[in-house]
């Protein structure tokens, strides 16, 4: 058994403006700052640093002489880019440390093509929050929310939600006791089902112990850190969001790609609800258990629980996307999954992941 930090840090170091009540309100603000932000490419020997006027600051300056502000962030990976530490430049007077920018960017290494992330802010404030190397797959924060939304709701009244206080359900998520939590670096939530807690024999001292069910889930659009989910079973979360007596823990990181968050969450949400119906084994184990259950009857497994037109459809989409045929549970579950990719509404495409998650009760 362990405790566990990561929220109760995040509870800890959040401003206000970075707390959240519901996925729905973390969903509505990422999407603003989405809205008001573009991607870029640039040559490194295209950007170049600026002191401002006041030689108080640096402001990065793009091929066009567009001015953009760094964060202390974005500071931070451009003075890796450039090969200087960051840490030391940040004792320097500003045209200084344009000059120490511009000889690592422009003259020290071989021109590369350099990731810009640029937000809009009020006026024509233009900061920069990310500077990346040229392979960076950003994975945006409100696709990864908008995706538990689907699965999971709105964080405050579905199975999983923003955990109590000592076992006791909130009366209401506030600012104060909330564990959704996102910036303009990163994002991190904290959902729990303490309703439909499981019975794990041996608990202590022999005796049989109920446990609820937990999972964290991370993200940085700007490269500070990459997609994480851990899930856990525990006995109760304390008031400053310490999570106590947690067991099977397992996280799995995804790198960012393009098609990471759906992909991921696609295949991962099966595996929690299945976790959360019934089993104390962590995702890792659930999905090992499907990936060697072989079936004998593809057609007849999966037309029994979707009919067969559809067990028909599920089967082509599963060897159009893996090169071949169904062959295990897990094969049937991520064929369902990708099959669910093309339902257009929401609810129903809920509804059949869903479904799809129970076929991993096969393999239990």
């Known amino acids: 058994m362990a405790e566990l930090m990561q929220a109760s840090r995040q509870w800890a170091s959040r401003p206000p403006e970075e707390r959240f009540v519901s996925l729905l309100e973390m969903e509505s603000k990422l999407k603003e700052l989405r809205l ?12 170049s640093a600026v002191p401002t006027d006041d030689n108080q600051g640096i402001l990065i300056e793009g091929p066009n002489g567009n001015h953009a ?7 931070s990976q451009l003075s890796n880019l450039s090969g200087a530490p960051a840490a030391y430049l940040r004792t320097l007077p500003a045209p200084l440390v344009a000059d120490c ?9 071989d021109a590369t093509d350099t990731g810009v992330l640029l937000t809009r802010r009020s006026g024509d404030v233009v900061e920069l929050r990310a500077a990346t190397g040229p392979r960076y ?7 990864v929310v908008r995706a538990l939304i689907e699965r999971f709701g709105d964080g405050v009244s579905g ?12 009366s209401s998520v506030t600012s104060e006791n909330t564990t959704l939590f996102a910036g303009d670096r990163d994002m991190f939530v904290f959902l729990a089902d303490e309703q ?19 999972f964290f889930v991370t993200n940085s659009e700007t490269g500070a850190g990459a997609l994480k989910i851990k899930t856990f079973l525990f006995d109760y979360v304390c008031k400053n969001r310490i999570v106590w007596g947690a067991q099977e823990l397992e996280e799995i990181s995804i790198r960012h790609t393009a098609s990471a968050p759906d992909r991921f969450l696609e295949e991962a949400a099966p595996a929690l609800l299945a976790f959360s119906k019934s089993s104390a084994a962590n995702v890792s184990n659930v999905i090992a258990s499907a990936q060697s259950t072989k079936l004998d009857k593809v057609n007849a497994f999966l037309s029994g629980r ?12 599963h060897q ?36 799809a998650g129970e076929l991993l009760e096969e393999a239990a």
């Open 159 to 170: 199975s999983f939600r923003v955990p109590g206080e000592f076992g006791q359900a909130l």
């Open 306 to 317: 979707f009919g067969p037109r559809i067990a028909e459809r599920i089967a082509v989409v």
């Open 36 to 47: 008001n932000s573009r991607a870029s490419v640039f040559s490194s020997r295209d950007l």
């Open 196 to 214: 439909n807690r499981i019975t794990v024999p041996d608990r202590r001292d022999g005796k049989s112990g109920e446990l609820a069910r937990g």
């Open 69 to 75: 502000t760094p964060t202390n962030w974005s500071f």
């Open 101 to 109: 920018l511009n000889y690592g960017l422009k003259v020290e290494r």
């Open 137 to 143: 797959g950003r994975i945006w924060n409100v696709d």
């Open 320 to 355: 159009g996307e893996e090169g071949r045929p169904i062959e295990t549970v897990w094969d049937a579950v991520t064929g369902a999954t990708a099959y669910a990719r093309s339902i257009p509404w929401t609810a129903e495409r809920v509804q059949f992941e869903a479904l």
